[in-house]
């Protein structure tokens, strides 16, 4: 193979075993297969179901038309379907017509279906991110925990907030690194957590509206999470445990983050 050549992958494989190759790029794939025998032998079991497939399908070929696949049966259905059509048209008017009114008084006592408040959406985009990034063997994270004083100030800098790392280790957890990510209309920072065993936590943090001062626990699936609203910053902590297990972790990040907040130094309440 020159350098000019593409290297031969999957869809071409496929082509050859159908039969769309030919010229330079059919002897291309035999000059690679040549040079593979664990992957000829592959191809060569497909060719072969190919074939014995497509001798199986050959006779159906010969078949007559059955009568509900001819194009006059077909019209006639559908000259069916569209009288019938018609009919439900003019019946559902009639409906609306009298349902309308009645539909008008309903939505008048229904409340409209309204967005989440401000700590649910920062508990759902935590909640998403944690499945996102707590499975991921190679990369779990953007920058390592080697690299700590640059992560925070780099984190720091992209939300307008100083960020610090709590410290978790009296719950058996050590700082891993952490990632930039997208958070509603501007950026969020997620640090990730894991303990002896290897199971993961993750604190995220975004810029946020809202006043609530209070802990706010979801649990969906696997991932528990508890999230709160705090001078114009939503935070959240989550991970694959106990309300019970994860409530004093959350208030400990809670007093790991610089700056005093509105809520006092017991941090948010509990609901």
Not at 22 to 27: K, N, S, T, Y
């Amino acid at each position: 193979m020159t350098g000019n050549e593409l290297p031969i992958g999957e869809d071409d494989l496929q082509a050859f075993v159908d039969d769309r190759l030919d010229g330079p790029r059919r002897a291309a794939v035999e000059a690679h297969l040549a040079a593979h025998p664990e992957l000829a032998d592959r191809i060569a079991a497909e060719r072969r179901h190919r074939t014995l497939l497509r001798g199986q399908l050959d006779a159906k070929f010969t078949e007559p038309v059955p009568a509900r696949l001819r194009i006059s049966t077909l019209r006639a259905a559908r000259r069916g379907r569209w009288i019938s059509s018609t009919r439900s048209i003019a019946a559902a008017l009639a409906i609306f017509v009298v349902g309308g009114v009645a539909g008008w008084f309903a939505n008048s006592l229904t409340p409209s279906s309204s967005p989440p408040t401000p700590t649910v959406s920062v508990a759902q985009s935590a909640t998403a991110a944690f499945r996102t990034f707590v499975v991921e063997v190679a990369h779990p994270v953007e920058v390592g925990v080697q690299q700590e004083a640059h992560l925070l100030q780099w984190l720091s800098k992209r939300l307008g907030r100083k960020l610090a790392a709590p410290d978790l280790q009296p719950f058996g957890y050590k700082l891993m690194g952490g990632r930039l990510l997208p958070g509603g209309s501007g950026a969020a920072a997620q640090l990730m957590y894991d303990d002896a065993s290897g199971r993961r936590l993750t604190i995220y943090v975004r810029a946020a509206d809202g006043t609530e001062t209070a802990f706010r626990f979801q649990k969906d699936g696997e991932a528990a999470t508890f999230a709160w609203i705090d001078q114009g910053f939503g935070f959240a902590v989550t991970a694959a445990a106990t309300r019970e297990e994860l409530l004093p972790i959350a208030e400990a990040v809670y007093r790991g983050f610089d700056g005093a907040t509105s809520t006092g130094p017991s941090g948010p309440r509990i609901p």
